[in-house]
């Protein structure tokens, strides 16, 4: 393994190219922290903003006026903000109207930490896209499935977890793609607020090293990786729970 | 038609262009011939060089060129500069010379002409509540500490003293942050960090308790190859040590002495 990490030394003397996260191990520890944040923030986002969509979808097709305008209200508001915004409306405005507690240290921080506000702030806004994308599917569910579903005595909430949101979710399966695909690109916007993920610690890592077209490289290239995986996964899944003669 | 308004934005670009041109000779007997010294200033960095309520720049750095044109008896004029424009200032002849809080590197002496020796200097501290009670570097430990994004230092707080950086774009956020104790201290350029505590209804519970380390020293400037000027700015620079006119402009200014000015005191005041 030293042989390994060293070679990139003898790479950067000999050809300039410094890829200073394999030979020096500083850079290293940071940049395979990074990635575990960015993957850790990801997968709490991804779960939340899903579970906020369904839920979501669900209160808006709701008899009571109020439940549905407060959903419509919810979406318009995350919908039509941008993301950075919201982080730092959520970081540096809600954050300082919480209550304090004592850390470790003895010294009173804000209750809920930059991770915390990117996981909450990401995956509302998410979840406001995840909404309309379960009410599209929803939506595309034939009005006589329903009907059979009520005639066979299922209530409103026994009708869409059986029969309504497992056709709604193959429908959707498409367009929440999408959606994740670009959920998980948008975790580098937590960078504004100082949360370790990819981008803040190869911002790092340019500034100490100037070595900013390879840690750009390094960037894409994991991206690339950790997006084309969630996409893979996701196609395979929408295979095994394809629905034959369905028509998806 | 055509020939005559190329004609004209040629003769107006020339025109432009002479206008523009900085003096060449020698700058000293051009200031003399002018009657004034331009000098560059920061009009943003309090108290080295910032505006007061009239709109005035005042500060220690403006005191300096003060001393410089009353040495040429000459009246000042100021221009505010910003660190991104400073030397291009004056290599365009914008200014004749530039006291700007400017780090005295190599890369910047092909550009400029630095003057030695040096007339200031700043380093690395950590302003944090009082109560944290940070004394030396190595309390940091596993504490997280604010910072600017793209610091060199932010790298060495963390690899060798152990802190925890969270390093935020602009010193704005930075400062939000450590209201809201989200961090713990703030690692960055003591003499910046001097300014803000001197805004004491707002920082009055916070010091910068460790010693400054990474000390860089400033240099003022003037145009490559003014080799009579920057003689003169020479001893003018050996001439303020020589009397304690810059620990002297500290204390007016509300600065703690600082060691760099009391070394060179203390290295001058006997020749």
Partial sequence: ?248 | MLRKILGLTVAAGLAATLAAAPAQADSIDDIKARGTLIVGVKADYKPYGFRDPSGAIIGIEPELAQDVADKLGVKLEMVPVVSSNRMQFLEQGKIDLMIATMTDRPDRRKVVKIVDPNYYSSGTNVMSQKAAGLKKWEDLKGKPICGIQGAFYNKKTQEEFGAKIVAFKGTAEVYTALKQGSCVGFVYDDSALIAQLQDTAQWGDYEMGLPTIDDAPWGLAVRLGEGKFAKLMSDMIVGWHKSGRILELETKNGVANTPFAKAMHEKYKNM
């Fill in chain 1, 1 to 248: 393994m030293e042989a390994f990490f060293v070679w990139f030394q003898w790479l950067y003397d000999e050809t300039g190219i410094n890829l200073t996260y394999f030979y020096d191990s500083f850079d290293r520890g940071r940049m395979i922290g990074g990635f575990f944040t960015t993957i850790w923030l990801s997968l709490v986002c991804l779960f939340f903003s899903t579970i906020i969509g369904i839920i979501g979808a669900w209160l808006q097709g709701s008899r009571l006026v109020w439940t549905r305008r407060f959903v419509q209200g919810y979406i318009q508001f995350f919908r039509n903000t941008p993301p950075l915004v919201q982080m730092y409306f959520f970081f540096f405005a809600l954050g300082n109207l919480l209550p304090r507690v004592k850390n470790e240290f003895g010294f009173m921080e804000p209750m809920l930490g930059n991770f915390t506000w990117a996981a909450i702030s990401l995956s509302f806004f998410a979840g406001a896209f995840n909404v309309e994308i379960f009410r599209s599917g929803i939506e595309a569910v034939p009005e006589s499935t329903r009907e059979a579903a009520e005639a066979l005595g299922y209530n409103r909430l026994q009708s869409y977890i059986y029969v309504v949101l497992p056709l709604a979710f193959r429908v959707c399966l498409p367009a929440l793609n999408n959606n994740l695909v670009n959920l998980v690109k948008t975790t580098t916007l937590a960078y504004a607020i100082a949360v370790p993920e990819l981008l803040y610690v190869s911002n790092q890592i340019w500034s100490d090293s100037v070595n900013v077209p390879e840690m750009m490289v390094t960037l894409l290239i994991l991206y690339v990786a950790l997006v084309g995986l969630l996409v893979w996964a996701m196609h395979r899944w929408e295979r095994a729970i394809r629905v034959p003669g369905y028509g998806i």
